[in-house]
């Protein structure tokens, strides 16, 4: 407030600086640099969680595509080409023609052509052959449908059995769960499995715990008498084997296979009775969407179907007896 030189009172008033001058448009802007940051990064997170693969699949969905890659012909979608594969096109001008190949005529002693329609003789000789070829199907079919179906009743009593010998031994509840038995197109299979906590082999060992031979030897009392011969075959998880040098899971596998086969024949199986043995490692788990899981540590024991090795031993015999028959010309045995 300041006087005037005519004595009147001149009162000014100032407006210091301060308060919203830009209004609220930086919150705006703020707010979408955040959200593009966050885009961004969403982006990059993206990006690093998705395979070459995928990438190479998203790079081709958005690539350019063009309907014609030469520039001679009609330069459309077919670009000059056809859509027949070579040598299936057919001319409209001409009609379709069929081609065969006749064998050459046949001639007599004279040089005549001996080529007729064949007699009444030879269709009825070749209608009997056929017949007799349809019968001996027709037998063999029968017995091999006999035979198979015995076999498969002997697998079932066995899985009966196998059933009935684990009720009597002690722990039956706990090394029942380590018993498979299964009945698959290979044959009857029997297959002793590792549990959480309750392992057949020592860690990284191929020598067997006394419930491993247990159970072996529980097996054995069952197939022994069968006449199928047997594959054995050890399996591991997926963990890698890093405890000896040049020492895999493969050798592993293969190691404890072995060691279930001298359990066997010390119990009495026939060395004659053995088709394989095999270590398999890692590559048929019995779990497959849990590669590591412990029940995919097993020995793996099947009796292999039509492998029936009594009936082999009885074709030797008979077949030994018709030679010496033979040669000396006397009767069979019966």
Known sequence: ??????????????????????????????????????AFFLLLWLLNSVTEEQLQGISNYFAPASASRTTSGAGGILGGQVLGEPGSQQSSLSKPSIRLVLPPPRTGLGGE??????????????????????????????????????EQEQFEQAQ??????????????????????????????????DQDGLSMFPSGSAEPLPRTIQLLELVMDVIKNMPQKIAVSGHTDSVPFTSRENYSNWELSADR???ARRVLEAKGLPEERLARVVGKSDTEPLIPEDPQNARNRRLSIVLLRGTNTEEETNEQRIDLERLLKEQSGAPLPH
């Open 257 to 259: 296979a072995n060691s």
């Open 113 to 150: 052509d001996v080529s007729e329609t064949p007699t009444e003789t030879d269709e009825s000789q070749q209608g009997n052959s056929e017949q007799d070829a349809e019968n001996g199907r027709d037998g063999d079919s029968t017995g091999e449908s006999e035979a198979a179906e015995a």
């Open 1 to 38: 407030m300041a006087d005037s030189a005519d004595g009147s009172i001149i009162i000014k008033r100032i407006k210091k600086g301060g308060g919203d001058h830009h209004g609220g448009a930086w919150k705006i802007a703020y707010a979408d640099f955040v959200t593009a940051m966050m």
């Open 160 to 193: 009966q059995q196998l059933r009935q010998a684990l009720k009597d031994i002690p722990n039956a509840e706990v090394l029942a769960r380590s018993l498979v038995v299964d009945d698959t197109p290979e044959g009857l299979r029997v297959q002793i499995v």
